[in-house]
């Protein structure tokens, strides 16, 4: 009987979540920085529902 998850080392990547102490969104396996899309530095320059026409 294994009722255990595997430990695959996929796991790591999927168990991220971002970096910002308020916020607990997990990072998707696609993401390569620490924070999420909202709070990465370097994110896109669109803001909350406006766009800068
Ligand atoms: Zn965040």
Redesign the pocket.
């Known amino acids: 009987m294994t009722s255990r998850q595997e430990p695959s080392s996929v796991r790591a990547r999927e168990g991220r979540v ?1 970096r ?1 102490e308020d ?1 607990h ?1 997990r990072l998707s396996i696609y993401n390569d920085g620490p ?2 899309s ?2 990465e530095p370097m994110s896109t320059p669109r803001t909350r529902g406006r766009k800068i026409a």
């Open positions: 971002c910002e916020c969104t924070f999420c909202v709070h």
